[in-house]
């Protein structure tokens, strides 16, 4: 059984440009959740994706743009870089719908950071 | 609306001394509550969940946590800090097993020898 893979795993990026990270799901998983994690700060919920469809969001603006892909993997687009963009983005799979108990498996992160 | 605060953003033990990590949730739903552990440039390993079954919750490397709902409190602690134990831990609440989780601002754990 596979875990939650990220990639890249660190990024530099100049104000005002474009980014997307991945995410491949763990095997069996069909949910993906996306959260910032600025320096010195608890994780910030972004999205989640439950069978492609966007399926709730948190206080980001329409910039912060997502995809779920049929194989359940996970993109997540940035438009127009802030620098307060600077942060560890985590991407988090779980298994819907079938009374799972066991929550969301988390990948090791994408270290973003703009300049 | 759901909230957890976690009291102290530094704890320091000596090595074979007792942890306790605050937490506190505030929840208008009955609480899922968890604990994460996150090493330096990792991401986020699950400690323990709360699930509204046992109210004391056991989970890996020694540590437990006890459900208080008259305290809305939901502490961590391990009997005994290893070196091994250093890291960032976090207190999450969600409405639902997975269900969005919000997070504290952790409590950075320094084990002394």
């Known amino acids: 059984e596979t875990g939650v893979t990220q990639s890249p795993t660190h990024l530099i990026k100049t104000r005002g440009q474009q980014v997307t990270l991945r995410c491949s799901s763990q095997?069996?998983?069909?949910?993906v959740s996306w959260y910032q994690q600025a320096l010195g700060q608890g994780p910030q919920f972004i999205f989640q994706?439950?069978?492609?469809?966007?399926?709730g969001r948190g206080n980001f603006p329409p910039r912060f743009s997502g995809l779920q892909f049929p194989n359940y993997s996970s993109e997540l687009n940035v438009n127009a870089l802030e620098l307060d963009d600077s942060a560890l983005y985590l991407c988090?799979?779980?298994?819907?719908?079938?009374?799972?108990?066991?929550?969301?498996?988390f990948g090791s992160g994408t270290r973003l950071t703009v300049v | 609306a759901q909230s957890v605060t976690q009291l102290g953003s530094h704890v320091s033990v000596s090595e074979g001394a007792l942890v306790l990590l605050r937490c506190n949730y505030s929840?208008?739903?009955?609480?899922?509550l968890f604990w994460y552990v996150q090493y330096p440039n990792q991401g986020l390993q699950l400690l323990l969940k709360?699930?509204?079954?046992?109210?004391l919750v056991k989970g890996i490397n020694g540590f437990e946590a006890e459900f208080k709902k008259s305290e809305t409190s939901f502490h961590l602690t391990k009997p005994s800090a290893h070196m091994s134990d250093a890291a960032e831990y976090f207190c999450?609440?969600?409405?639902?097993?997975?269900?969005?989780?919000?997070f504290g601002t952790g409590t950075r754990l320094q084990v002394f020898p």
């Open positions: 988090a799979s779980s298994l819907a719908g079938t009374g799972d108990i066991y929550g969301y498996t």
């Open positions: 095997s069996g998983h069909n949910t």
């Open positions: 994706y439950y069978r492609e469809e966007e399926n």
């Open positions: 929840s208008s739903v009955p609480p899922y």
């Open positions: 709360y699930t509204s079954a046992a109210t």
């Open positions: 999450a609440v969600s409405g639902g097993i997975t269900d969005k989780l919000i």
